[in-house]
């Protein structure tokens, strides 16, 4: 017979060698984070959330007698070890490690994008980059015109009419079955397709939960502005602005166009506008930036004032946009 014994690592990576300080203290992303920021010290080196330390597998976080384990670790004798390489996270007395890197683990409520891949009999299969593809029932969606009423048989087979393969949309996590499928729905004027805009894909473990995960960026970012939807599931969508109102079925809000597959026509500025800020999204993203709405705005800002109209943002450029807004040297870090 043999023993196994396991062995901390020397040293722990501190998320603040990631994410500077600058930052981990903007109020938007304090806000969003839905942990105790209390934070815990004990004999074993346990760090709280406000430190975000990161562990690796087998690595002793605190004494079991004093919290409970959760996610992402178990017990081995009197302590509570990581099973994963992750982030710790506490919750009251509860210690859980969250994933550097995984697929979306969607919760009731959360506000995800996706796109369709399949139409069946009731139901969209719809691919919202999680473990299992997500179900959109046919009773879970507004008809055209804001009409609500029963589904009869033939909206059955309109079924594709209102969302065929491939169409992107917003929705919302209803509740999850059984087998861990997500069912999602749309009953509600801010959901539904998706138009006038593209698609970027980030690490899900940037999208913080947040008070709203729709935002508008106003002119002069374009004519019209620019809106972001930051799905929790890592999928942004970011388009061509509209009011208030018609994002939210007030005045000027086209119920009858909410499934139709065209785009409106959007001038070059419009363009110019859109691929800036998803520009900005995509540098944040990259260098592992958790994103906010304040994040985005304040990115925007700064490339107003240093990049001449709403041009491409070079590698110099957006250099100079981590150091300054972000407080990351990139070069430093390298």
Same mark, same amino acid.
């Given at each position: 017979?043999?023993?196994?014994?396991?062995?901390?690592?020397?040293?722990?990576?501190?998320?603040?060698?990631?994410?500077?300080?600058?930052?981990? *203290?903007?109020?938007?992303?304090?806000?969003?984070?839905?942990?105790?920021?209390?934070?815990?010290?004990?004999?074993?080196?346990?760090?709280?959330?406000?430190?975000?330390?990161? #562990?690796?597998?087998?690595?002793?976080?605190? &004494?079991?007698?004093?919290?409970?384990?959760?996610?992402?670790?178990?017990?081995?004798?009197?302590?509570?070890? &990581?099973?994963?390489?992750?982030?710790?996270?506490?919750?009251?007395?509860?210690?859980?490690?969250?994933?550097?890197?995984?697929?979306?683990?969607?919760?009731? @409520?959360?506000?995800?994008?996706?796109?369709?891949?399949?139409?069946?009999?009731?139901?969209?299969?719809?691919?919202?980059?999680?473990?299992?593809?997500?179900?959109?029932?046919?009773?879970?969606?507004?008809?055209?015109?804001?009409?609500?009423?029963? *589904?009869?048989?033939?909206?059955?087979?309109?079924?594709?009419?209102?969302?065929?393969?491939?169409?992107?949309?917003?929705?919302?996590?209803?509740?999850?079955? @059984?087998?861990?499928?997500?069912?999602?729905?749309?009953?509600?004027?801010?959901?539904? *397709?998706?138009?006038?805009?593209?698609?970027?894909?980030?690490?899900?473990?940037?999208?913080?939960?947040? *008070?709203?995960?729709?935002?508008?960026?106003?002119?002069?970012?374009?004519?019209?502005?620019?809106?972001?939807?930051?799905?929790?599931?890592?999928?942004?969508?970011?388009?061509? @602005?509209? &009011?208030?109102?018609?994002?939210?079925?007030?005045?000027?809000?086209?119920?009858?166009?909410?499934?139709?597959?065209?785009?409106?026509?959007?001038?070059?500025?419009?363009?110019?506008?859109?691929?800036?800020?998803?520009?900005?999204?995509?540098?944040?993203?990259?260098?592992?930036?958790?994103?906010?709405?304040?994040?985005?705005?304040?990115?925007?800002?700064?490339?107003?004032?240093? #990049?001449? @109209?709403?041009?491409?943002?070079?590698?110099?450029?957006?250099?100079?946009?981590?150091?300054?807004?972000?407080?990351?040297?990139?070069?430093?870090?390298?």
């Amino acid at each position: 017979m043999f023993s196994v014994t396991t062995l901390p690592p020397s040293s722990t990576l501190s998320f603040a060698d990631d994410i500077p300080s600058s930052h981990r *203290k903007h109020p938007a992303e304090l806000d969003a984070m839905d942990v105790d920021d209390g934070g815990f010290e004990d004999e074993y080196g346990g760090a709280g959330p406000s430190k975000r330390t990161v #562990v690796t597998p087998g690595e002793v976080i605190t &004494s079991s007698k004093e919290y409970m384990r959760g996610h992402g670790t178990y017990v081995e004798e009197v302590n509570v070890v &990581s099973s994963v390489t992750g982030t710790i996270e506490r919750v009251n007395k509860l210690i859980s490690v969250k994933p550097l890197r995984s697929r979306y683990n969607p919760e009731v @409520g959360d506000l995800v994008i996706g796109r369709i891949n399949e139409v069946g009999p009731q139901r969209w299969r719809v691919d919202a980059n999680g473990r299992q593809d997500a179900v959109l029932m046919l009773s879970s969606v507004n008809l055209p015109g804001g009409v609500q009423r029963r *589904k009869i048989e033939s909206d059955a087979l309109k079924m594709r009419e209102f969302l065929a393969e491939g169409n992107l949309l917003v929705a919302e996590v209803q509740s999850l079955l @059984g087998d861990g499928v997500m069912s999602l729905h749309t009953r509600s004027l801010k959901y539904g *397709k998706l138009r006038n805009g593209f698609l970027l894909t980030v690490p899900p473990q940037l999208i913080r939960r947040l *008070k709203s995960h729709f935002h508008h960026i106003p002119a002069p970012c374009g004519p019209t502005g620019v809106d972001i939807i930051l799905g929790l599931n890592g999928f942004v969508w970011v388009s061509s @602005g509209t &009011s208030q109102e018609r994002r939210e079925g007030g005045e000027g809000f086209d119920a009858e166009g909410v499934y139709s597959d065209k785009n409106d026509d959007i001038t070059p500025e419009g363009r110019q506008a859109v691929s800036l800020i998803a520009n900005l999204i995509k540098l944040l993203a990259r260098e592992g930036v958790p994103l906010t709405e304040t994040l985005i705005n304040e990115a925007y800002s700064w490339a107003a004032k240093n #990049v001449p @109209g709403d041009g491409p943002l070079s590698d110099r450029d957006g250099e100079r946009m981590l150091l300054e807004v972000v407080g990351l040297d990139i070069h430093h870090r390298a």
